[in-house]
């Protein structure tokens, strides 16, 4: 999907919400932050866990997340992620490391090998990456917050109009 047409393709899917415009900014927010964040397989999940009790719109959150986090944007997000998670957290998760790890990863060895080194780097990368990604992902849900609220109050007004007009 060209950049234009997927940006097309979330803005009306984000026209086509309903509800609360605080619901929906929550929700846009709420996806923002898990879909900064370097958790993948568990996307989805954390949105549930996030989003229901704060009442958040989770399919805002949903939607939000899929179109910040994807194939395109997971190198950034993860490299900007050990950068900053390293800056906070120096000498726990080293390029070097990084590269040793992914030139095992990379030659083709069984994929039993290859879990051994995963889980020896384990804690340490896991704190560094969270760390890093949760920092990226504060400002990003803070912005995401403001612009959709204001979006969905704009959206709203005109639907109420449209329907006054009526």
């Given at each position: ?38 958790t993948i397989p ?57 590269h040793a790890l ?65």
């Amino acid at each position: 999907m060209k950049p234009n047409r997927a940006a097309k393709y979330y803005y009306l899917k984000f026209l086509r919400l309903q509800g609360d415009p605080h619901s929906l900014a929550l929700g846009v927010a709420i996806g923002l932050f898990v879909g900064i964040t370097p958790t993948i397989p568990l996307h989805s999940l954390l949105i549930l866990i996030l989003a229901w009790p704060l009442r958040g719109n989770i399919l805002a959150a949903l939607i939000a997340a899929t179109a910040i986090s994807n194939p395109l944007t997971w190198l950034p997000q993860y490299y900007f992620s050990w950068r900053v998670g390293s800056w906070l957290l120096p000498g726990h998760l080293s390029w070097n490391r990084i590269h040793a790890l992914l030139g095992l990863l990379t030659s083709g060895i069984g994929f039993k090998q290859c879990l051994a080194p995963l889980r020896h780097l384990g804690f340490e990368a896991a704190a560094v990456m969270l760390l890093g990604g949760v920092l990226l992902a504060i400002p990003f849900s803070f912005a995401g917050y403001i612009l959709s609220f204001k979006f969905f109050s704009s959206l709203r007004k005109k639907r109420q109009e449209r329907h006054i007009l009526k």
